[in-house]
């Protein structure tokens, strides 16, 4: 058995791989991987620390805010804020961003923007939840970062990932070269290489949407939910339905074992549920790394330009032959509106 390597050492062996790199980029990524470490402490002890349920707020986006959806903000806001490499945050919970103006973070050269724990409604029935995170360079010169630091497309992204807090907890990213994954010992505290050059299946046999919205959705995707169901053996059809309604936790499983994650639009959510710069476009980063495809029905989720900190966008992310299926089907059978971001 080879030896075993953590995400520190990864991390910084992997440095040149990114041409701006002086070590900054590697201290960020460490400051995430421990506010994870302590979030996931949190996580695993919810029900015993007295923090589970809401707090009785509600967040810029009208959801009830979880004891800890707070917690978990709070961590990577002091990590980030702490670490020095970083001058401008946006998080689901924020309605504005979070600038940075300290004597450590003069000069950082990276926003961040985060989903500090998706799938929180699941939090107080024991079902896996995560963590997304985007980091951008900073398009401004100088000073606290600014709202135009987190308005570039998805393309412009130079690392994201995701934490799944499992029965194991995971932290998966990518740098634009490859898809890495890190399982944490807690025996040792540390995040350790366990899913090297992760690769998502070109097709799968899993889908992975909330039928109990199927009257709402555009034609083309009912016209793909019945393709998934009808028999057929040269396609190994009918595919199964898998939905855990953690966004991170159903993107885990399909990167792993093949299928395709469905967000569409709906008669109440007519641009899409999920928001753009925080939770599409890190996961479309990761997807495409490991070979899939993320789209909004007609469009490369990357490619997108968001003007908004919480636009929203339909999400169709998963393996290739699947999105590229329901891009053709929502071409056919869908109104164009209905495919647009």
């Known amino acids: 058995m080879g030896s075993v390597k953590t995400l520190g050492e990864f991390i910084v062996e992997k440095q040149a791989d990114f041409q701006f790199s002086k070590g900054e980029l590697t201290r960020l990524l460490n400051d995430i991987g421990i506010a ?21 707020s509600i967040n810029v986006h009208g959801d009830h805010v979880k004891k ?8 990577f806001i002091a990590a980030l804020s702490v670490g020095g490499e970083c001058c401008a945050m946006v998080s689901e919970e924020n309605e504005e961003i979070i600038t940075i103006d300290n004597a450590v973070s003069k000069g950082a050269k990276y926003v961040v923007a985060l989903d500090p724990l998706d799938g929180s409604s699941n939090i107080d029935v024991n079902v896996s939840i ?5 980091i951008y360079r900073r398009t401004s010169l100088s000073g606290p970062g600014t709202l135009e630091d987190f308005l570039q ?32 010992d807690p025996s040792i505290g540390e995040f350790c290489l366990s899913h090297p050059n992760m690769k998502i299946p070109k097709q799968g046999k899993i889908y992975s949407i909330n039928e109990g919205n199927y009257v ?23 595919f199964s339905s898998r939905y855990i309604g953690s966004a991170v936790a159903d993107f885990h499983r399909n990167l792993i074992l093949g299928g395709v994650f469905l967000y569409p639009t709906t008669s109440a959510s007519p641009k899409g ?19 899939g495809k993320a789209s909004n029905g007609s469009k490369r989720i990357l490619e997108l ?19 590229e299926k329901i891009e053709e089907l929502i071409a056919k059978y869908s109104l164009p509106s209905k495919a647009k971001a």
């Open 36 to 56: 994870a470490k302590i979030v996931n402490r949190e996580v695993n002890k919810a029900g015993l620390a007295g923090i589970l349920g809401e707090t009785g």
């Open 68 to 75: 800890l959806d707070l917690f978990a903000n709070e961590q």
């Open 130 to 134: 995560g963590t997304i995170f985007s």
């Open 153 to 184: 497309p998805g393309t412009e992204q130079v690392a994201a990932g995701y934490v799944i807090y499992g029965s194991s907890t995971m932290l998966v990213y990518t740098t634009g070269k490859g898809v890495n994954g890190f399982t944490l």
């Open 216 to 238: 709402h959705f555009p034609e083309g995707v009912k016209k793909f939910i019945k393709y998934c169901q009808e028999e057929d053996t040269a396609t190994s059809r009918p």
């Open 273 to 291: 549920k999920l928001r753009l710069i925080y939770e599409c476009n890190p996961l479309a980063f990761i997807c495409e790394q490991a070979g």
């Open 305 to 323: 330009a968001p003007s908004a900190l919480h636009q929203r966008s339909p999400l169709f992310i998963g393996s290739k032959d699947m999105v």
